[in-house]
C-alpha cells in the first residue's frame, strides 16, 4: 500500500497523554499528517500545550480527565493507568489502531469488527516504560517516599506492562529500543527513526559560530542537565545556554548558585530553539535518551554535538565528524569531552548530510511498510 493509499486510511491514534509538545507529540502529529482520517484518544489532554492540530483530533479521554489540576499533577496518578487506559473506548469504525508508547498506550483495549476479528495495531514504542524497567533511580530517586511507593506498584505495572497480546506488530524508535522491546517483551520488532523537518532546521545564512554551549530539554531527572550545570560552575569564562523547563527548574537554579555564565531561558518556540542551535559553539546531550531529536536538530543546523556515549545518541551522533562522546556520565565525563572538541574542526554541511539521515519522509516510509505488513495478515 502507498502513501497516498494510507491516507484513506481510517486510524485511532493512542497516545500517553497530551499535555507538552515533546518528541513523542512530534512523532503524534507527523502520524495525524500521514493519516488526515484519524482520531486521537489520551488519558489526558491539557489543550493548547502542544499543537492545534492535536488538539482538534482528540475525540476520547479517560476518567483521569475529571481530577482537579491532572495536567500538572498526572505523575501522582501512575498506579491508575493501566486501568485509565483499558476505560478508552475506541469504536471499531476504523481499519487501523497505533499507538504510540513510552508509558500503557500499547495496553488500549483494541476494537473487533463484527465478524469477531481484532483491528490491526501497531505500537509505535519510545520506549518500554522507564521507570519500571531499570531506571527508576532518574526519576523518583532511590531513598524517597515516591520510590517507597513505586517499588509496591511497580510488579502490577510490570506484569501489564509485558501484557501485549493485542499488539499486532511493534516499532521501537531506535535499534536501542528494539533490543529493550524484544529483551523485556519476547517481542520482534523493527526500528524506525523518528524524523526532524530538514526544511526548518537550517544551517544559518550567516557562517561562523559565538561562544556558548547550548541545552534544549526538558527539565526532568534523567535528562541529566544537573552534569552540565555543575561543569559550567567551574568554568566561569564559558557561559550555558538552557532552553527548557519542567519539575527540575528551581533545583537547577538552585545548583547554578546564580552563576552568571548560566543562562536559564524556559519554555521558547521551535524558533527561538533553532536560532540557538545555529549559533552555539556546541550542543550538550548528557542525558540517557531512548533516541533524542534535539542533537538531530541541532546536527541539522550544523552544531557539533557533546554527548553521554549511550541510547540513541550512539545512533545520530558520528564521532568524530558530528561531535564526541564522553563515556562517564559525570562532570568530568563532559568537561573531558568539551575539551577535545575545543581542540577539533567541524564542516557544517557534513554534520547537515549525515544529520539527513533523520527526515520525516524516511519516517514515513518506514511507517507504511510496517502498516502494509499488518494489514495484510
Wanted: include cysteine; glycine fraction near 10%.
Amino acid at each position: 500500500m502507498d502513501l497516498e493509499a494510507m491516507a484513506g486510511l481510517r486510524v485511532w491514534l493512542v497516545h500517553d497523554w497530551l499535555v507538552g509538545w515533546r518528541g513523542g507529540e512530534k512523532v503524534l502529529l507527523e502520524l495525524v499528517r500521514m493519516f488526515p482520517k484519524a482520531r486521537i484518544a489520551t488519558l489526558i489532554h491539557a489543550r493548547g500545550t502542544s499543537h492545534p492540530e492535536l488538539d482538534r483530533r482528540v475525540e476520547r479521554v479517560s476518567f483521569l480527565q475529571g481530577f482537579p489540576n491532572i495536567a500538572k499533577s498526572y505523575r501522582n496518578y501512575l498506579p491508575l493507568f493501566p486501568q485509565a487506559v483499558r476505560w478508552l473506548k475506541l469504536d471499531a469504525e476504523c481499519d487501523l489502531v497505533i499507538s504510540v508508547s513510552h508509558a500503557v498506550a500499547k495496553g488500549v483495549r483494541v476494537p473487533r469488527r463484527a465478524d469477531g476479528t481484532q483491528v490491526p495495531h501497531v505500537c509505535y514504542c519510545n520506549t518500554p516504560m522507564r521507570y519500571i524497567w531499570g531506571l527508576e533511580e532518574q526519576y523518583v530517586g532511590r531513598l524517597s517516599l515516591k520510590g517507597a511507593a513505586l517499588s509496591l506498584v511497580k510488579p502490577y505495572l510490570r506484569r501489564f506492562d509485558r501484557r501485549n497480546g493485542e499488539v499486532s506488530a511493534f516499532i521501537g524508535n531506535s535499534r536501542t529500543i528494539v533490543e529493550r522491546i524484544t529483551r523485556i517483551y519476547k517481542r520482534e520488532a523493527v526500528s524506525v527513526y523518528p524524523g526532524v523537518d530538514e526544511a526548518f532546521y537550517v544551517l544559518r545564512e550567516a557562517p561562523g559560530r559565538e561562544d556558548f554551549y547550548l541545552v534544549v530539554s526538558a527539565l526532568v531527572p534523567y535528562k541529566r542537565v544537573d552534569i552540565a550545570v555543575e561543569a559550567f560552575k567551574s568554568l566561569p569564562e564559558k557561559r550555558l545556554v538552557i532552553i527548557g523547563k519542567g519539575p527540575e527548574m528551581q533545583r537547577l537554579q538552585g545548583l547554578a548558585g546564580g552563576a552568571k555564565n548560566i543562562d536559564f531561558l524556559g519554555w521558547q518556540t521551535d524558533e527561538v530553539a533553532r536560532d540557538h542551535y545555529q549559533r552555539c559553539r556546541a550542543f550538550l546531550f548528557p542525558g540517557l535518551e531512548d533516541f533524542g531529536m534535539t542533537p538531530v536538530e541541532a546536527q541539522m543546523c550544523g552544531a557539533p554535538v557533546v554527548g553521554y556515549k549511550a541510547g540513541g545518541a550512539t545512533e545520530t551522533v558520528v564521532e568524530p565528524t558530528t561531535g564526541v562522546f564522553f563515556e562517564e556520565q559525570s562532570v568530568g565525563g563532559l568537561l573531558g569531552a568539551m575539551g577535545k572538541l575545543e581542540q577539533m574542526r567541524f564542516d557544517e554541511g557534513e554534520i547537515r548530510r549525515l544529520a539527513l539521515r533523520f527526515t520525516w519522509g524516511r519516517f514515513r516510509e518506514g511507517i507504511a511498510e510496517v502498516v502494509s505488513k499488518a494489514l495484510a495478515r
